[in-house]
């Protein structure tokens, strides 16, 4: 919200869909969007106001919430134009229950069905504005990414861009192995899920694209690893993997595998667009990157090796924003908990990372950093 005539405007708004029982609070307000806390006489309800670099949140979630009301939250209104969401509350996020991997079990297929489903809405979903990351477009902007001004040195530069071959190679792998695009949601963890009873829905699509579904789970299983603590190889991965998969069939187990790679660079990829619209004034960018030459000599690709150097591509929030809390919005638009504290519902970090892995295979990694969503 721009100022006091917007929140006005946005309050009418408000009246004209529902009753408002006590003052229209502003839950939180930050670059990307606006959300107000509504009471009603029967809760709460949540007003969205998106920023133009999330402008098709609105109508991508009404189109979601009409097809999978039960998986969505309730859209109670919604202006295209000016990207404003009116959604019912949808209870506590999951991550207040401590991230648990049985809820993801239940949250992963009814994910899948979904992202099936919204396969035959592709085009109408990137001529209404969702941002264009099918597999065939990335190593154009592989090339982008590293064709920017980083602050890193020289060699880690040059790695980067030598891993551009090898990163087109991987995304044509992933092209043949013929899995529909769809709709991707791209923050899917523990603060964008919501239970409410034995109800689970999943919220805050402001950072969804279209491309292969499967790199959805490069966050969530982040999450799982640096929150809940599950370690590499844990078997819990391999479960909620084929119950992710369970919908689409099976022989898909090499396809998730390639896509998990694909997708760290495709995030990161995604980031661009947040950075760009945020700007130097709330946040700085930073791009590191892991893994040498050395460090990862020996070692099959892919291993978990933490030889080398730690890194990241992120954002750091404004001196003057960075102790700032958030309150918890049943809007779905939460940051993640740091990774490696106590899981709590509060804003703080944010999956924003490019690391690189080897010198001939420098497969990206997530990492977290302490950032301004």
């Known amino acids: 919200m721009s100022g006091r005539a917007d929140l006005a405007h946005a309050e009418d708004w408000i009246r004209a869909h529902v009753e408002p029982m006590g003052p229209i609070e502003t839950a939180h307000d930050r670059p990307w969007a606006t959300v107000l806390r509504v009471p ?11 920023a133009p670099v999330q402008a098709f949140e609105p109508r991508l979630t009404a189109e979601l919430s009409a097809r999978y009301p039960d998986r969505v939250a309730e859209v109670l209104g919604y202006d295209e134009e000016r990207a404003w969401l009116l959604l019912g509350d949808a209870g506590t996020p999951i991550g207040a229950f401590g991230n648990p991997p049985g809820t993801w079990l239940m949250v992963l297929p009814l994910y899948a069905e979904m992202q099936r489903g919204e396969a035959a809405h592709t085009q109408d979903h990137l001529a209404h504005g969702v941002p264009d990351l099918r597999v065939a477009t990335l190593p154009a902007r592989y090339d982008d990414l590293v064709g920017r001004e980083l602050p890193l040195e020289r060699e880690e530069i040059d790695r980067l861009r030598a891993f551009a071959p090898r990163f087109a190679e991987l995304c044509d792998e992933l092209v043949a192995r013929d899995v529909s695009e769809t709709v991707q ?15 689970l829905r999943v919220l805050d699509w402001g950072d969804s694209s279209i491309s292969h579904p499967f790199v959805s789970l490069v966050v969530t299983f982040r999450f799982l690893e640096e929150v ?11 479960r909620l993997r084929d119950a992710y998969l369970e919908p689409y069939g099976r022989g898909l187990e090499g396809a998730f595998a390639l896509s998990m790679r694909v997708g760290a660079v495709a995030h990161a990829i995604a980031w661009l667009r947040q950075r760009d619209h945020l700007g130097s004034r709330w946040c700085r960018c930073y791009f590191e990157t892991r893994g040498t030459s050395k460090g990862v000599s020996g070692r099959r690709v892919g291993s978990r090796d933490n030889g080398g150097r730690s890194a990241r591509l992120g954002v750091q929030p404004h001196p003057s ?34 690391p690189s892995r080897g010198a001939r295979d420098p497969t990206p990694r997530l990492r977290d950093s302490r950032g301004c969503r």
């Open 185 to 199: 949601h791209d923050d899917l963890h523990m603060s964008n899920v919501y239970a409410q009873g034995e109800q």
């Open 40 to 50: 009603v006489a029967d809760g709460v309800v949540w007003f969205k106001a998106c």
């Open 321 to 354: 924003r960075a102790r700032q809390g958030r309150p918890r919005a049943a809007s779905g638009d939460e940051a993640p908990s740091r990774p490696g504290r106590r899981v709590r519902p509060r804003g703080g970090a944010r999956p924003i990372l490019l």
């Open 228 to 238: 809940t603590k599950l370690p590499p190889g844990d078997p819990w991965f391999a």
